[in-house]
């Protein structure tokens, strides 16, 4: 690097920061133009503990009625007494704002008789009042069998089991996989690298630890298409923000695969017009959710104005030093009355029994 003025010559990449220049439009939007319902968010302890994701539910409450979320769904229920703290602490007391997805121990299947007690335990969630099942990224990446076997998505024990959340009328929002750039070589060519140098342990490029990504995807899209009885919601625009020619064909295939696009606005909103086309043609099946725990209240504008406003080349993250998922800015969708309509509420509302 050439030695400029106020510039040491040996400016890290780490340590460069710049600040646009642009003068881009900016349009604030405080309230969804809509009620709308996150369908996607952690509000348990599992992933923060041992206290809760959201500290104080009245104060929750109150950023909700302010930017006009009607219902966040809580995918942080667990089983047994985890659910039953979760049901007590937002469902029960909050029946119209909250619905609790359980999660179920799919380790389990480490035992001879894994599957049964699998059944065992999601009948259970069932009956102590869970709306739903969520699957995380740990099947198909951690969970072993009694052979040491990682058990993947289209295992036919876990067929077997989501087919019983069908049965059961348990929606499932399930999360295989992780970003395309989680499995690739951790080099100059890797444009998540930031994320990857802070969480190492997010980096799956380890071919003889972990299966491919394609791998992981097309297991998936077996199981959706094998439980045509079981509704789906598939995590993240369905765990394949990078080709939404993918997420169309498995839309296409599988009526019942719905997409949520929570944590990816960073990939939706730097391909703007690709991502209307998808919203266009499968609007009834898109569902909004955010991913950002603890809420607050500047994740929900910065979606707003993501769906609502045509605005262009704006912080995704707003306040971080380093864009956390790629360094780039986005554009917004601009998506009309009657796409929000249904992407902030009509769509959830659906899926969640709630219409």
């Known amino acids: 690097m ?3 003025p106020g510039t040491p010559a040996d400016l890290r990449l780490a340590d460069w920061h710049p600040r646009s220049t642009l003068v881009a439009r900016r349009t604030d939007v405080p309230r969804s133009a809509v009620p709308c319902i996150d369908a996607h968010n952690h509000l348990g302890r599992w992933l923060t503990g041992p206290g809760w994701t959201a500290p104080d539910v009245g104060a929750l409450l109150d950023l909700m009625d302010a930017h006009g979320v009607e219902t966040i769904v809580n995918l942080d229920g667990m089983h047994g007494a985890e659910l039953e703290a979760n049901l007590d602490r937002y469902d029960r007391p909050h029946p119209s704002r909250f619905r609790t997805f359980c999660q179920l121990d799919w380790d389990l299947l480490a035992a001879d008789d894994g599957e049964r007690m699998l059944a065992d335990q999601l009948r259970d969630c069932a009956a102590r009042g ?8 740990t099947v198909g990446l951690k969970v072993r069998d009694a052979s040491g076997a990682l058990v993947l998505p289209d295992d036919p024990r876990v067929v077997r ?6 049965e059961l009328g348990l929606p499932v929002l399930i999360h295989v996989a992780d970003p395309v750039a989680f499995f690739q070589p951790l080099d100059a060519h890797n444009e998540r690298v930031d994320e990857l140098l802070a969480f190492p342990d997010w980096s799956f490029a380890d071919s003889t630890r972990f299966p491919t990504f394609d791998r992981l995807l097309t297991a998936l899209e077996t199981l959706v298409l094998a439980t045509p009885g079981t509704t789906y919601i598939g995590a993240h625009v369905g765990c394949v923000a990078e080709d939404l020619d993918r997420v169309e064909r498995l839309l296409a295939a599988a009526p019942n695969w719905n997409v949520d696009i929570a944590g990816r606005m960073a990939e939706l909103g730097r391909q703007p017009r690709r991502t209307r086309e998808l919203i266009e043609r499968f609007g009834d ?5 955010t991913d950002a725990f603890p809420l607050s209240g500047e994740a929900l504008t910065t979606h707003f104005r993501f769906l609502e406003t045509d605005d262009e080349a704006f912080e995704y993250a707003p306040g971080e030093p380093v864009p956390p998922q790629g360094r780039w800015t986005v554009s917004g ?3 009309s009355p009657e796409q929000l309509e249904a992407l902030y ?3 959830a509302r659906r899926v969640l029994g709630l219409a």
């Open 161 to 166: 089991t989501l087919a019983l959340a069908g």
């Open 285 to 289: 099946r898109v569902l909004f959710g």
């Open 130 to 137: 869970a709306k739903g099942v969520k699957v995380w990224k």
């Open 345 to 347: 509420a009509g769509n």
């Open 333 to 335: 969708l601009h998506l």
């Open 2 to 4: 050439t030695d400029l």
